[in-house]
């Protein structure tokens, strides 16, 4: 080819743009200027490009306004009510006479965005095309797609598989990007931590359903039964479940000061979408191997909220008498 002058196009249509460097989409010559895209182009319906290939593909915040021209979205990942864009290049471009002194491409667009469980969410279709003057480079052609969903994402990492097709050259190319989504955190009601603690007489039956024992005094070989419930802590919410992130690390300590144990509690961290988390509870027992000293013991709790990172600490305290 001859020199050719660069420019940037932008067309939008249903969410897929086709694009050349520097113009603005209306065909007259734009500036010159220097660019390093390594696409091929064809003149005037010469003989076209032999291969297709996506190539740098790049996730971004909003609408591409040029040719690598962009915000890339930090780390790919993106809030659950977020528009997804996809800008790319082909590395070659098709070219056909579309009358005197007129050049036209054109690409057929498919991409499909599959759910983090493998299901497939949408696929989505889109022909574009321009027609420019014969003194256009194509060098610089870049492609744009996006995705908007119907309703919120659920957070994990989803796929999105592009397919363009140069439907003058008869080439096609396919790529795989990935991107997260931060799922959306909900709150259970009050201040993070414990906010009610009862040793009791036996197994708790439920929540709020315990008998206390308001002495908080032992015999030598009893169980130490407790409740607990827990405020305040972060948990995703989609259509299939509730999810918690609640760790529990628990510290008995006797009445010399020693550690007689320490472990961490296995939590349920999962609940059916129509579980209140307002009531939220635990009730768990110590057992002495043979007996209990006589003297006063403190339990310490620990409580991390995995999903924001904060962690709190209370401890109370039982005695088994003389």
């Known amino acids: 080819m001859g020199h050719l002058t660069r420019r940037h196009l932008l067309l939008l249509s249903g969410g897929a743009a086709a694009a050349l460097a520097g113009c603005s989409g209306d065909g007259s010559d734009g500036t010159d200027g220097e660019g390093d895209g390594p696409t091929d182009s064809t003149e005037?319906?010469?003989?076209?490009?032999?291969?297709?290939?996506?190539?740098n593909t790049v996730l971004c915040t909003e609408q591409p306004t040029g040719y690598r021209e962009y915000t890339e979205q930090p780390e790919g990942t993106y809030d659950p009510g977020d528009v997804v864009w996809v800008y790319f290049e082909p590395s070659s471009v098709g070219t056909e006479?579309?009358?005197?002194?007129?050049?036209?491409?054109?690409?057929?667009?498919?991409?499909?965005?599959?759910?983090?469980?493998?299901?497939?969410?949408?696929?989505?279709?889109?022909?574009?095309?321009?027609?420019?003057?014969?003194?256009?480079?194509?060098?610089?052609?870049?492609?744009v797609?996006?995705?908007?969903?119907?309703?919120?994402?659920?957070?994990?990492?989803?796929?999105?598989?592009?397919?363009?097709?140069?439907?003058?050259?008869?080439?096609t190319a396919t790529e795989t990007v990935e991107f997260t989504v931060?799922?959306?955190?909900?709150?259970?009601?009050?201040?993070f931590g414990i906010s009610t603690f009862e040793f009791i007489e036996s197994e708790?039956?439920?929540?709020?359903?315990?008998?206390?024992?308001?002495?908080?005094?032992?015999g030598p070989t009893e169980t130490i039964w407790y409740y607990y419930e827990i405020d305040g802590f972060a948990y995703e919410e989609t259509?299939?479940?509730?999810?918690?992130?609640?760790?529990?690390?628990?510290?008995?300590t006797g009445p010399e000061g020693e550690i007689w144990s320490q472990a961490d509690i296995p939590?349920?961290?999962?609940?059916?979408?129509?579980?209140?988390?307002?009531?939220?509870?635990v009730t768990d027992r110590l057992s002495p191997t043979?007996?209990?000293?006589?003297?006063?013991?403190?339990?310490?709790?620990?409580?991390?909220?995995?999903?924001?990172?904060?962690?709190v600490t209370e401890s109370y305290t039982f005695t088994v008498p003389e």
């Open 44 to 55: 005037g319906g010469d003989e076209q490009p032999s291969s297709l290939a996506i190539e």
């Open 97 to 143: 006479s579309a009358g005197e002194g007129e050049l036209r491409f054109e690409y057929d667009l498919i991409w499909t965005v599959t759910t983090p469980d493998g299901e497939e969410l949408e696929t989505m279709t889109e022909s574009v095309s321009r027609t420019f003057s014969e003194s256009t480079d194509f060098s610089t052609v870049f492609l």
């Open 145 to 171: 797609v996006n995705f908007s969903p119907a309703m919120e994402f659920d957070g994990g990492t989803y796929t999105m598989d592009i397919e363009a097709t140069d439907t003058i050259a008869g080439n």
């Open 182 to 191: 931060d799922a959306g955190l909900e709150y259970a009601s009050g201040e």
């Open 204 to 218: 708790a039956g439920g929540y709020d359903d315990y008998t206390p024992r308001p002495d908080a005094e032992y």
């Open 239 to 252: 259509s299939n479940a509730l999810t918690p992130a609640l760790q529990i690390t628990e510290t008995l």
């Open 267 to 281: 939590l349920s961290n999962r609940f059916d979408p129509s579980t209140d988390l307002d009531t939220y509870y």
């Open 290 to 311: 043979e007996e209990w000293v006589p003297g006063e013991y403190t339990i310490r709790f620990e409580v991390t909220d995995g999903h924001t990172g904060e962690s």
